[in-house]
C-alpha cells in the first residue's frame, strides 16, 4: 500500500497552520488517492508529467477552502496516497475511507467502480477526477461516484459545435490505438452523429517509425488518399503521434482533436473571468501551469468546501443532497456557475476551445439552445443517460 502522508510543502503547511488559529466548528477530513499506472510509451518526451499533476491542484483548493473556512469556523484537513505500480490500490481506498467519507480520485476507470463498490464506500462522496470516460457517468455510473473533470463526450460536444458554426461537414479523423485514443474517437463519432455529421475518412495510426526523423515524408503519404476535406481530427489522447501531423498533411487544411485547435478544461490561455488570478496563485505555489487534471481537483476539494460553507455540515448525507440540488454552485472562473447533473454527477461546466497560444472559443457556442440548461448541449443530457443509480 501507498505511504500515507500530510503536506511537507512550506506554503501548503503556513495555511494549514493558520486555519488551526480558529477553533473550528465544522471539521472536514478529505482523503487524496492517485494510483499510479505505467504510462505508454511515446515518440517524445517533450511534455513530461508533473509529479504533482492533479494533487497540486487539490492543494490549491485547500488553501481556498481554509481562507473561507477561518472565518467561519470550518476547518479542512487533507491525506494524501500515492499507491505505486504493483501496490494494492483497494486496500489503501479502505484505509482512506475508514477516517473520512470524502475521497478523490486519480485513478482508471475499473478502478474507479471497483472503489465505489467498496462497502467502506457506501455513503461517502467520491470524485473522479482523471477520467473521461464516459461509461462512468452512464451504464457505469454510481450514485456515490461525482465527476469533476469533463467527460470526454463533453469536449466531443464542445468541437462538434465549433464545425458546426464553421461550417466544416466534411470531416477526417486519425485515432491511435491506445484505449484512450479509442474512447476519444467513439466519443468523436457520437458527437458528430448528435450535431448531424459524420465522418467522411477514418484511418488508424500504426507507425513505429521515429516520426521525429521521417513524418514529413510518412505523414503526407499516410494522409494523402483522404483527398480534400475541411478538417481533420485526431484521436490521440497520450499525445503520442498528433504534433507530428500538424504542417505534414497532403492537404493543408485545420487539424483538431487531441492536437492543434483542441477542446479542453482548463489551460494557461484561459484568463478571462478572474481565470488569470487563479492561474497566477497555481503557478506560483507550484512553478508550472494548471492542468485540466489539476482543475478538476481543484473543483472537487472547492465542491465539499462550498457545501460545507452552505450547509454549515460535515455530514455526507447533507453535503451529497445540497450539492446535487438546484441550490448548490461553484464560482469556476469560467464565466458562469458550475453546477452538478443530479442524473449522474458531472460537473456542469463550460469547455474551452483553444490552440496552444489562445482561447478561440468557449462551449456552449451561440446558438445551441437548450430547454433548461445550455450547459447539457455538452455532454450526456438526461434523455441520453442511461444511468439508473442516481434515480
Not at 170 to 190: C, F, H, K, N
Not at 269 to 292: C, H, P, Y
Request: negative net charge; glycine residues 6%; hydrophobic residues 40%.
Amino acid at each position: 500500500m501507498g505511504k500515507i502522508f500530510n503536506h511537507a510543502i512550506k506554503s501548503v503547511a503556513a495555511v494549514l497552520l493558520c486555519g488551526q488559529a480558529v477553533a473550528a466548528d465544522v471539521a472536514l477530513k478529505m482523503s487524496y488517492l492517485r494510483v499510479v499506472v505505467p504510462s505508454p510509451p511515446t515518440l517524445s518526451n517533450l511534455d513530461p508529467i508533473p509529479d504533482d499533476l492533479g494533487i497540486a491542484g487539490a492543494r490549491t483548493g485547500l488553501r481556498d477552502n481554509l481562507t473561507t473556512g477561518k472565518f467561519l469556523g470550518h476547518g479542512y484537513t487533507l491525506t494524501e496516497t500515492e499507491v505505486a505500480i504493483g501496490n494494492d490500490p483497494m486496500a489503501a481506498a479502505q484505509d482512506l475511507l475508514a477516517s473520512s467519507p470524502y475521497l478523490i480520485l486519480d485513478a482508471p476507470p475499473p478502478l474507479l467502480t471497483a472503489i465505489a463498490d467498496l462497502p467502506e464506500a457506501q455513503g461517502a462522496i467520491l470524485f473522479n477526477t482523471s477520467s473521461g470516460d464516459l461509461a462512468l457517468r452512464d451504464t457505469d455510473c454510481r450514485a456515490n461516484l461525482l465527476h469533476s473533470l469533463p467527460s470526454d463526450a463533453m469536449r466531443t460536444n464542445a468541437l462538434a459545435q465549433f464545425f458546426v458554426t464553421k461550417r466544416w461537414s466534411d470531416l477526417v479523423m486519425i485515432s491511435g490505438s491506445y484505449p484512450e485514443d479509442q474512447t476519444y474517437a467513439e466519443a468523436m463519432r457520437r458527437s458528430l452523429k448528435k450535431f448531424g455529421m459524420k465522418l467522411s475518412g477514418e484511418k488508424v495510426w500504426a507507425f513505429d517509425a521515429d516520426m521525429r526523423r521521417t513524418a514529413s515524408q510518412e505523414i503526407p503519404l499516410f494522409t494523402q488518399e483522404f483527398g480534400d476535406y475541411d478538417a481533420m481530427i485526431l484521436a490521440d489522447e497520450v499525445h503520442d503521434f498528433g504534433r507530428y501531423v500538424l504542417y505534414n498533411t497532403w492537404e493543408a487544411r485545420p487539424v483538431t482533436g487531441s492536437e492543434g485547435l483542441s477542446a479542453v478544461t482548463w489551460s494557461p490561455v484561459i484568463e478571462q473571468w478572474g481565470a488569470a488570478q487563479l492561474q497566477s496563485r497555481f503557478k506560483d505555489a507550484n512553478a508550472r501551469d494548471m492542468t485540466s487534471q489539476d482543475y478538476a481537483a481543484w473543483a472537487a476539494v472547492r465542491t465539499l468546501g462550498e457545501a460545507v460553507t452552505r450547509t454549515n455540515s460535515a455530514d455526507p448525507d447533507v453535503l451529497r443532497a445540497y450539492i446535487l440540488s438546484d441550490q448548490f454552485e461553484l464560482a469556476g472562473f469560467k464565466g458562469r456557475p458550475l453546477t452538478y447533473r443530479p442524473w449522474n454527477g458531472q460537473l456542469r461546466q463550460p469547455i474551452a476551445i483553444i490552440h496552444p497560444r489562445a482561447l478561440v472559443a468557449q462551449a456552449p457556442l451561440d446558438g445551441f439552445l437548450h430547454q433548461t440548461n445550455e450547459l447539457d448541449s455538452l455532454g450526456l443530457d438526461r434523455p441520453e443517460s442511461q444511468c439508473e443509480a442516481f434515480q
